[in-house]
Each structure stands twice: as C-alpha cells, then as structure tokens.
C-alpha cells in the first residue's frame, strides 16, 4: 500500500501563488507516475498535472498550462505542485494521486493510491 498525504493548501489573492506538496509512504516503488487532479463543489474531478518519471513526460491540462509546475523529489519521496497566476476559477480541493504505469495520465480511474485533498482558494 502506498499513502499520500497532500499539504499546501490555503486562501491566496488571485494573482499569487501557492505550492502543494504530496507526501508518499509506503511502497513508494511501486509509484511510477503522480498526478494532480482537483474537484470544485458541484464539479467533476478533473485532471491537472501529472509526472510519469518512468516514461519521462510530464503532462498538464490546457486550462493550467504555462502556471503549474510538477516536480519531485525522490530523495523526500514527495511530488509538488507550483501554481503559480493563480484565478479564482482555479478554487477547489485539490488531490494527489499515484499510479504504476505511464499511459492514460488524465484519466482518475487509473490512479490506485489518492491523498485526502487540501483546498485551495483564490479570492478575486
């Protein structure tokens, strides 16, 4: 089993910026690809950002593309996620999860392991 522990969240004035961390323990090996997904109230889970260091890509929704950054680092078995010209469109609760494998990385059915979210909220 693999647990993921997200942090970061917060309230932030549209225009800034706020980092989210995704803490994994457990059978981290296991995890080749991390992904960044977030719910609004009344919305669908959709993707974000994912990082598949196996296959080398890195992957990110149109809507975020050019002010999210997804990182790691091995060495604290963490990933990150950098927002940065944050919109108020950009509000909800925001989940890490992880996956073996490299295809599909938008797709929230292929995740096996989920964090417990942290919400973020952008005033305007």
């Known amino acids: 089993q693999v647990q993921l522990v997200e942090s970061g969240g917060g309230l932030v004035q549209a225009g800034g910026s706020l980092r989210l961390s995704c803490a994994a323990s457990g059978r981290t090996l296991s995890v080749t690809t991390v992904g960044w997904f977030r719910q609004a109230p009344g919305k669908e889970r959709e993707f974000v950002a994912a990082?598949?260091?196996?296959?080398?890509?890195?992957s990110y929704a149109d809507s975020v593309k050019g002010r999210f950054i997804i990182s790691r680092d091995n060495a604290k078995n963490t990933a990150y996620l950098q927002m940065n010209s944050l919109k108020p469109e950009d509000t909800a609760a925001y989940y890490c999860?992880?996956?073996?494998?490299?295809?599909?990385?938008?797709?929230?059915?292929?995740?096996?392991?989920w964090g417990q979210g942290t919400q973020v909220t952008v005033s305007s």
């Open positions: 999860a992880g996956k073996r494998g490299t295809l599909r990385l938008a797709t929230n059915t292929e995740y096996e392991y």
């Open positions: 990082d598949s260091w196996s296959g080398g890509r890195t």
